[in-house]
């Protein structure tokens, strides 16, 4: 079975600070990783996603996040964040074969002035 | 322009009643998902479709059904058997590994 833990449940920075989101996985076998982004009230969009090749993955708003499969992380990082930043983040993994998710519980970002 | 349509927005539901999320997509997708949303529990599965005529229970099926009678649409309808049944949904469709999500729907209990 695999699972997605977010250690972060609320992450406050303030603007133009460096910030990363933690996120680890369990699996037995290979699996695809994504980050996605959610604003209020509104449905998931897709930051960004590890299906294969380099371990360091760039995805949209300036977001980026490594794969590192010794440690099963998958950490999200944004050298400045902006107050457009301030959502909540989803880290999911997904079975190859089937598409479906496996989602963390979500890292609320909140950026300061 | 292509996506993935969820209505109605906010939804009411009454105390014994049945209601149904609609959900249509235009992207030419095979598989479709249900997803179920409440604070600080991240998304849970409810049912997924891979193909037209066919679909899988979730990991909280219980209490609610879906069809998929047509490629581009998956209904969910909420029964008078979920007895919490306010939350978020959210549907899905996805190609090469990758979803992608509509708006949602807000489900309420009058």
């Known amino acids: 079975a695999q699972s997605v833990t977010q250690l972060d449940s609320q992450v406050p920075v303030f603007e133009e600070a460096p910030v990363e989101l933690r996120c680890n996985y369990s699996?037995?076998?290979?699996?695809?990783l994504f980050w996605y982004v959610q604003y209020p009230n509104q449905g998931l969009q897709l930051l960004l996603k590890?299906?294969?090749?380099?371990?360091l993955v760039k995805g949209i708003n300036g977001f980026e996040a490594e794969f590192n499969k010794s440690q099963t992380s998958f950490h999200l990082r944004k050298p400045s964040v902006h107050i457009s930043d301030t959502a909540e983040y989803f880290c999911a993994v997904s079975d190859p074969n089937t598409d479906k998710l496996i989602f963390g519980t979500g890292t609320r970002l909140q950026v300061f002035p | 322009d292509g996506g993935i349509t969820q209505s109605p927005k906010y939804l009411f539901r009454k105390e014994g009643q049945n209601v149904t999320l609609s959900c249509e997509q235009n992207?030419?997708?095979?598989?479709m998902y249900w997803y179920r949303q409440d604070p600080g529990q991240g998304l849970r599965l409810i049912y997924y479709s891979q193909i037209v005529n066919d679909f899988q229970k979730g990991d909280i099926a219980e209490g609610y059904s879906v069809s998929r009678e047509k490629k581009e649409s998956f209904p969910l309808t909420v029964t008078s058997a979920q007895k919490n049944p306010t939350a978020f949904y959210l549907c899905?469709?996805?190609?090469?590994?990758?979803?992608?999500f509509g708006a949602g729907t807000r489900l309420s209990v009058l």
């Open positions: 992207l030419n997708h095979d598989a």
């Open positions: 899905a469709s996805s190609i090469r590994n990758i979803q992608y």
């Open positions: 590890y299906l294969s090749g380099s371990t």
């Open positions: 699996s037995s076998v290979s699996v695809y």
